[in-house]
């Protein structure tokens, strides 16, 4: 997959770029996106040491990455006996049960959806005190959560697993379209906008660069699409727009950072938009 974006991305001579406009990285494993990686495996060294320090309860996308990484963390931040929801049959696990859950710990990269670009903002507000982890089971119809809630005492800690079908979902009508147009290329293309957007980030000026590809173009430099299973990440978002969705492709040991715009253009979903 990554030598497939890598490709993509040179053939546009183009790089990739972070959330916020203006900061760009000229590859996927460049100094910032180090950084990055080496203060969350930071977070990590310094829980599976001592106690966990209130700075990795700030911000979920923290707490989370410390809570995938770390045994003794995750032990300490789950409400044991532990509620399960299976298909509303209820059951606990007790802390002996259980068995260190990595998440998407050691996945290449995360998904999360969204309504909107502006909803991302929420990944950085430190006053929120629910959040679901998602993992999307696209080929079986049916979505394992995580329910995590945030204590007056600041820490965060699983309280829940619900296991659901897929049809219950809020995004069941966008997620069933997305796992066939992910896997069949005739569908892709039936489901393209053309001529499509895409968007990058200028390396040197931070400005946009904005321009359209073909569908054959797409078909030719096209990254590998998620699917089979993918993760949402709720910190809160609302999904209150049935009519579009943002797919956001997030690399967890670099800068990488993709996003899909679709939309519904006459009853049908359309993917009508590529930034990098």
């Known amino acids: ?19 916020k406009k203006g900061e760009t990285n000229s590859n996927f494993e460049d100094s910032d996106s180090d950084s990055v990686v080496n203060f969350k495996d930071s ?37 044991f ?53 998602e993992w999307i089971y696209l080929n079986e119809n049916r979505v394992k959560k995580y329910d995590f809630n945030r204590g007056k005492n600041g820490e965060w800690k699983l309280t829940k697993i619900i296991y659901e079908r897929m049809s219950k979902n809020v995004n069941t009508d966008f997620l ?7 896997t069949d290329s005739a569908f ?18 931070g400005e946009d660069i904005k321009g359209t590809l073909t569908a054959d173009q797409w078909f030719d430099l096209q990254p590998e699409m998620p699917n089979g299973r993918i993760s949402n990440v709720i910190y809160g978002q609302q999904y209150k727009n049935p009519n579009q969705k943002i797919l ?23 993917l009508v938009s590529f930034v990098n």
């Open 1 to 19: 997959m990554n030598k497939l974006v890598y490709s993509f991305l040179l053939a546009l001579s183009l790089c990739a770029c972070n959330t």
């Open 43 to 79: 977070i990590a060294g310094i829980i599976e040491e001592q106690t966990v320090p209130k700075s990795a309860d700030e911000l979920f996308d923290d707490f989370i990455y410390g809570f995938m990484s770390s045994k003794k963390m995750q032990r300490q931040r789950i409400a």
């Open 81 to 133: 006996p532990l509620e399960v929801d299976e298909y509303g049959k209820t059951k606990t696990i007790e802390e002996s049960e259980w068995k260190i859950d990595r998440l998407y710990k050691n996945q290449e990269f995360y998904t999360v959806l969204y309504d909107k670009v502006n909803d991302c903002s929420v990944e950085k507000d430190t006053s929120i005190y629910h959040a679901v982890v």
């Open 176 to 182: 069933s379209f997305y796992q066939k147009f992910a």
């Open 188 to 205: 892709m293309r039936a489901h393209l906008e053309t001529p499509l957007e895409f968007i990058s980030v200028d390396e040197e000026t």
């Open 248 to 270: 956001f492709m997030r690399g967890l040991a670099n800068g990488m950072m993709l996003s899909f715009k679709f939309k519904k253009i006459g009853g049908d979903w359309k």
